[in-house]
């Protein structure tokens, strides 16, 4: 007796290793896709997260800065030194016997009161910073411009500026 080899089985066979390595290349081809997909979504995520710890130290400061030339009692003198390209700016304001300086060198933004031998960094990622009068008549008002850097450099962020306005209680 003579068997005779079964072709259509041989064939179903063969088929079937066929389909099962195309759903793996298909399947690999979408976890390439969502593993992409989730590195982009995490490093915005980061992103998003720098920047808002950037935003509310900025805003911290500001808000200090606001206060001390609010209780300014004297004249604010303000002392821009540059070198080599760098911008540093010194700010004096006279404050009830007191006298706070703010301090910007080399991108770092610090509040020192020589008085008290205190001082601590307000800033450390300053890009920009302007601080100048903005007299509205007999008001003596003071802007400050400042851009920070953001801790990822990336093309598609933009940049964080910041606007601060106050006055001195004692402007004439």
């Known amino acids: 007796m003579k068997l005779r080899p079964n072709i259509s089985r041989t064939r179903a066979a063969g ?82 016997g007191n006298e706070i300086i703010y301090r910007l060198e080399s991108g770092k933004l610090s509040r020192e009161i020589p008085a008290q031998k205190n001082s601590h960094p307000l800033l450390t990622r300053v890009k920009a910073s302007q601080i100048r009068p903005d007299p509205r008549g007999e008001i003596a008002a003071w802007r400050w411009e400042l851009e920070v850097t953001s801790r990822l450099n990336k093309d598609t962020q933009m940049p964080l500026r910041f606007t601060f306005e106050a006055v001195a209680k004692n402007s004439p």
């Open 15 to 96: 088929i079937s290793l066929l389909e099962c390595l195309v759903y793996i290349g298909v399947l690999l081809i979408l976890l390439n896709g969502a593993g992409a997909a989730f590195y982009f979504c995490w490093d915005h995520t980061r992103a998003v997260i720098f920047a808002g710890d950037e935003i509310q130290s900025a805003l911290r400061a500001g808000e200090t800065w606001r206060a001390d030339i609010r209780a300014a009692t004297g004249k604010i003198s303000v002392e821009t030194q540059g070198k080599d390209g760098i911008t540093n700016e010194i700010v004096r304001i006279p404050e009830s």
